[in-house]
Structure formats: structure tokens, C-alpha cells
């Protein structure tokens, strides 16, 4: 599986649309797309959605840490693109499975 | 088909409450089921906390072995920040496996750390999940989509929890609005409800558990309107109304167990069971404030007395760490809900912290000032009347992701991890928490009636359980067949079977043994989604 920043978006992109419609969310998920604003996300969501991500890659990832070093105003501006620029830099190729 | 069992779980459920409510009547079935039945203490885990009493509960292992300890704990022996567990975390096989494996069908609704659901034979919808993972995080995919199809009024915004809401029992804060905390839970007990209703009648589980933890959330809030021993002599018509709602919701569980028990038949087992007790706390202690006060903590600039950083399951991290300075600090709470201590060692989860050879006599040390010296400044009196080490309370292989000690406070509460101005203070009005001393109440075929169990234990009910089913017992089992819950007759038909050990769950993919059964029992929901015309 590539780890490339668009196949990692590619892979994001399909996490949150094969629920998009159950989760009343109509409009083009973008890299500028707020997670809370835009999509509504509660911040519990925001860890299920790490989850997912890591089953996705079958790779653990320091979703934690991220989160520890921000505030709580940066978390709560995470945009897909953010979430884009974190797993570029944390999934590793060759370690990834599908 | 055996006999079908049914795991009925109230989380929180003390005959405190439960004894009251029957004499009262707001609970009549319950005195019925009680009066033909076994009822006895069933004991929680130390501590009495929901995620390792019930993992407890569903494994027959205790913490140190199936790996759960709190909400929110490190991943593995080094992380460095804490996460809210999961499935994977779960280390041992889970009742719902070991029944699969034995060619029986099982379901199982609102478990806490069974998101994302194992692959078993029937039906697992995890507890504990946002309403918008649901779907994807049960078993088998498209039970959901079946379950909207099939139950009317399924509402999977009800069923699932609100977070935000949780907070509120967690973190013991005042609630304004309690028809609106009571409401919220009426209307997700109902949506278990249905569901466990659907399974019933449809599936046909041979083991079928359910947890309905409203139990436990309006005891947290709701206790001086529960509690026998805390009704004034002269109560306000605002108390009398909030205590008859609360009753509202405890009429609702009664009605839920009595046609749980029509629907089950006359040859199954009914077993009544909680995670934990409940009893009263009157005073809040804020522990990380006396260890800053003693020199093992220091706080960070994020830390104010006003900040209030969450430290509820609604938060996507537990804020509250960063009020720390890591590199300052030798041991901390990390959680307002276990009275856990860790303790910073050089090297384990950071550079930062205390020698490794200093690690015993560290810990020997604040064990004995947490009992001397942390006191009640007007009274003197200590406030921890006891402290654990993990290895008293949690050996096991899992054991280095538990709290290296482990308190029990004078009132029986849960400290606060928050900065505060003093180490102690009264509530406002008495909350509920947890107390070690939980409930087990069986009844049906084979359950002798009228019986007053000796005190069980958690570990007890996997086997037991199993023992039931006719299932052959896993030999790595830590608790014993309640044998004085059954009839003499049922002994003499069952002599009680010992198995092969449980199989282990692979740590590498967290995959439970299970999994076997997961294509099939897709098939069957996709059988029916395409009978419905849902999908093509």
C-alpha cells in the first residue's frame, strides 16, 4: 500500500465518505473541511476516526501525541488537511497492509 | 438448542438501591424474580471502575491479564500519552469467543471496550461508541442497517452515547437539568431494548448479555434522591419530583426484565448481575494537588485553580496531562475515575523521572506519606485508608499499563485530578459513586429459589456461565462455577467440565479466535438486508 500524501488522501477520503451520508454530512469533504466545524464531529469522534485510519493501515499511529501537543483551540480547528499532513509524516511504507 | 442464557447487566446496580425500590414498589417484577431466584454480593475489581469490572466480567480474567484498567490508559509498556480503550486492548478471550467457538450463537449489546466488535458467532453492538461509529464498529457489517430496517423506532442517535452528557457522571459535575439527564437515559434503555427484543425473537441467541448503564449514570448524578439513607424528613416538592422520575426510569427496567424473561422462555437462565456497587461521597480530594504540594508534581503554565481542561470521555485527549511538567514531575494521577497512581521512571515513558533502582523505595515511601500525610487539615484525619501496588492488585502480563498505586479514599470516592487551592473539600450535595459490592440475581431452570448466595466474585460469572450453556470450562479461568446457584438436580444432570485453555488473542493484529464465524453470520444479514430490498 502506498504512503504517498495522495493515496493517503485518497484513503481518508473514503473512511469518511462511506458514512457521509448517515452522518447528515452532504458536501465535498476537501483538505480545508473542518472536522468539528464543517462535519460536526464531537472530539470523541475525532479518536474513532484515528481508529479507523489505523485499522485502515493496520498500523498504529501516534494519534495521542498529536493531540497532546496541541491546545485545545488547534484541535479544535483540525482540518482534513492537518489530518493529511500528520499521517504523510507518521504512516511508513512497508509497514502498511491492507 | 440449549438453554438459552441471559446476561441482564445493570452497570452500577446495588441492592441499596434495588431492595428500596422493590419495597416501594416502584419495582414489582424484580421482588418477584428475586423471591424465585438466588441473589447474593457479587464483588467488583479494585478498583470497582466499569471498563476492568466488566472486561473482568466477559473474560473470567482479571485486569492483569485481559489489559483493561480504566476509560483512557497507555497503549503499550512505553507510550507516552493515554488513550480510551478499545477491543484490541482486550488480551483474553471474551465468553462471546469461547461460545462461538463451541458452535453456539451469542449477542451481545453494549459492552464497553468491545468497539471495534470481535467477529463472533451472532451479534456484538459495542458500547461506549459516538453514534456515528456505530455502524462501522459492529458485527456483523450491516446488523445496523438491519436492525433500522427491522425494529421500529430504532434510532441509532439514541442508542449510542452522548459524550458530552457522559462527562457529567465522570467528572461528578452538577447537573441543572435533571429530567433531561433522566430523559436522555429512558430513551437509550428503550433503544437496547428493542434491540435485545429483536435478537431475542429473531436470533435466538443460546447467550445473549446486555448492559443498561443508565443504572449507573443516575445513581452518579441522582443519588440523594436514590439513596434510602439520604431522604430528608420533610422533602421539597422539586425533591419529590425529581426522586419520582428517577423511579420512572427504574419502573422502565423493571418492565425491561420482565418481557426479557417472557420472551427468554421458561428454560432459560435470567442472571441479574452488576459491575460494581454504589454507595454515597460527600468531599472532593484533589490528589494531584497534595503530591504538587509535596514535591512529586509540578504544575505546568497550562495549569490554573480555574482551568477546567476536560477530563471527561468527551474529550478527544485528556487535556488535563499537559497541565503537568513532565520533565518536573516524579508521580501523578492521570484519571479522575480509577484513584490511580503513576509513578515517572527515567527511561520507560520518557526521559524524564525517578532512577529505576530508586523505583521500590520511591514507592514504599509515597505509599506510607499518602497514608499519614495526606489529611484533612481541619481533623487531621487521613484521607487515603489504603494504597495498593500494582503488583498486590493487578499481576498479570498486562500489569506494566496499570497505575503503579492504586488508593482507596476515606469516603469511598474517586479523587479529582484538577489544580485546586486545597487538597480537600465538601460537595456541594452528596454524588454517587462506586462501591466494591455489586449484585447477582438469578433465576430460572436449574437456579434454586429463594436462595441468599456467599459473596461471588466477577471472575465467577465467565464459568459460571459457561457451566450453564454446557459448555467445557477453559482451565485459565480465574473464578469458580457458583454451584450453590443451582438445583441439586441440575448439579447431578451437569457435573461440572473443564477445557483446554481460552485462546490466546494475537497481540500482533489483536484478532480474537473467533473469527471464523464472521462470514457466515454476515451472509445471514445480507441474506435479509437483500430480502428487504435494502441492497441489490
Same mark, same amino acid.
Given at each position: ?37 464543517? #462535519? ?41 488537511? %492537518? ?16 | ?49 466499569? &471498563? ?8 473470567g480474567r482479571s485486569p492483569g491479564h485481559h489489559g483493561i484498567f480504566n476509560f483512557y490508559q497507555y497503549e503499550d509498556a512505553v507510550s507516552s500519552c493515554p488513550r ?12 462471546w469467543s469461547i461460545v462461538s467457538r463451541a458452535s453456539k450463537r451469542c449477542g451481545s449489546l453494549n459492552f464497553v471496550a468491545h468497539s471495534p466488535a470481535p467477529k ?19 458485527? &456483523? ?7 433500522? %430496517? ?86 421539597? !416538592? ?49 490528589? %494531584? ?28 485527549? &485528556? ?36 532512577? &529505576? ?34 503488583? !498486590? ?22 479523587f479529582s485530578v484538577l489544580r485546586s487551592d486545597v487538597v480537600v473539600k465538601p460537595r456541594v450535595a452528596v454524588m454517587g459513586c462506586h462501591h466494591p459490592d455489586g ?38 479461568? !480465574? ?12 448439579? %447431578? ?33 445480507? #441474506? ?9
Open positions: 500500500m502506498s504512503t504517498d500524501r495522495n493515496s493517503i488522501k485518497a484513503d481518508l477520503l473514503k473512511v469518511l465518505t462511506e458514512f457521509r451520508d448517515d452522518w447528515e454530512y452532504t458536501d465535498e469533504i476537501t483538505e480545508s473541511t473542518g472536522v468539528f466545524g464543517d #462535519m460536526g464531529f464531537e472530539s470523541i469522534d475525532l479518536v474513532a476516526l484515528g481508529s479507523a485510519i489505523e485499522d485502515h493501515y493496520n498500523q498504529s499511529l501516534p494519534f495521542a501525541e498529536f493531540l497532546m501537543n496541541a491546545t485545545e483551540q488547534q484541535v479544535s480547528d483540525i482540518t482534513i488537511g %492537518n489530518l493529511l499532513d500528520f499521517l504523510t509524516e507518521n504512516l511508513h511504507d512497508g509497514k502498511a497492509s491492507a | 438448542m440449549s438453554r438459552p442464557i441471559i446476561l441482564f447487566g445493570l452497570d452500577g446496580a446495588t441492592f441499596t438501591v434495588l431492595d428500596d425500590l422493590v419495597r416501594r414498589g416502584v419495582m414489582p417484577f424484580l421482588g418477584e424474580f428475586i423471591q424465585t431466584g438466588a441473589r447474593g454480593t457479587l464483588k467488583s475489581t479494585i478498583p470497582p471502575l466499569t &471498563p476492568p469490572a466488566w472486561t473482568t466480567f466477559v473474560t480510551i480503550v478499545t477491543s484490541r486492548q482486550v488480551r483474553c478471550e471474551t465468553l463472533v458467532n451472532g451479534t456484538i453492538v459495542p458500547g461506549w461508541v459516538p453514534w456515528r461509529w456505530v455502524k462501522k464498529h459492529s458485527h &456483523p457489517e450491516g446488523v445496523i442497517d438491519l436492525f433500522q %430496517n427491522e425494529i421500529p423506532g430504532f434510532d441509532l442517535r439514541e442508542l449510542a452515547m452522548d459524550f458530552k452528557e457522559e462527562e457529567k457522571a465522570v467528572a461528578g459535575n452538577e447537573l441543572e437539568d435533571y429530567d433531561g439527564w433522566i430523559d436522555v437515559h429512558v430513551r437509550r434503555e428503550k433503544q437496547w431494548f428493542r434491540c435485545l427484543k429483536h435478537l431475542l425473537t429473531e436470533d435466538r441467541p443460546d447467550l445473549l448479555g446486555i448492559v443498561f448503564d443508565g443504572v449507573d449514570k443516575l445513581q452518579h448524578l441522582l443519588w440523594q434522591f436514590l439513596d434510602p439513607a439520604c431522604q430528608p424528613d420533610h422533602p421539597s !416538592e422539586q425533591f419529590l419530583s425529581t426522586r419520582s422520575r428517577c423511579w420512572e426510569y427504574f419502573s422502565f427496567v423493571d418492565g425491561f426484565l420482565k418481557e426479557t424473561v417472557k420472551l427468554a422462555g421458561k428454560d432459560a437462565m435470567v442472571l441479574i448481575a452488576s459491575d460494581h456497587g454504589f454507595t454515597g461521597t460527600t468531599e472532593i480530594v484533589y490528589i %494531584n494537588s497534595w503530591l504538587a504540594d509535596q514535591g512529586y508534581l509540578a504544575w505546568s503554565d497550562r495549569a490554573t485553580p480555574e482551568s477546567r481542561a476536560s477530563q471527561g470521555l468527551g474529550a478527544a485527549h &485528556p487535556y488535563h496531562l499537559t497541565h503537568m511538567d513532565p520533565e518536573k514531575t516524579k508521580a501523578f494521577a492521570s484519571s479522575a475515575s480509577n484513584n490511580g497512581i503513576h509513578i515517572s521512571v527515567a527511561g520507560v515513558r520518557g526521559e524524564h523521572g525517578i532512577d &529505576p533502582g530508586e523505583y521500590e523505595s520511591f514507592r514504599d515511601e509515597l505509599s506510607r506519606k499518602l497514608l499519614t500525610e495526606c489529611v484533612d487539615p481541619e481533623s487531621n484525619e487521613p484521607l487515603v485508608t489504603r494504597v495498593w501496588t500494582r503488583d !498486590e492488585v493487578f499481576s498479570g502480563p498486562q500489569m506494566q499499563l496499570a497505575p503503579d498505586l492504586t488508593l482507596e479514599l476515606r469516603d469511598g470516592g474517586f449484585v447477582l440475581i438469578a433465576r430460572g431452570n436449574g437456579i434454586r429459589a429463594g436462595t441468599t448466595l456467599s459473596p461471588t466474585h466477577l471472575l465467577d460469572i465467565a464459568p459460571t456461565a459457561l457451566y450453564a450453556l454446557g459448555v467445557p470450562i477453559p482451565e485459565d479461568l !480465574e473464578g469458580t462455577v457458583i454451584q450453590e446457584m443451582f438445583t441439586q438436580e441440575f448439579r %447431578n444432570d451437569a457435573p461440572v467440565e473443564f477445557g483446554p485453555a481460552t485462546t490466546a488473542v494475537d497481540e500482533s493484529t489483536s484478532t480474537h479466535p473467533a473469527d471464523f464465524a464472521d462470514e457466515e453470520s454476515e451472509a445471514q444479514v445480507l #441474506m435479509r438486508l437483500k430480502a428487504l430490498g435494502y441492497i441489490e
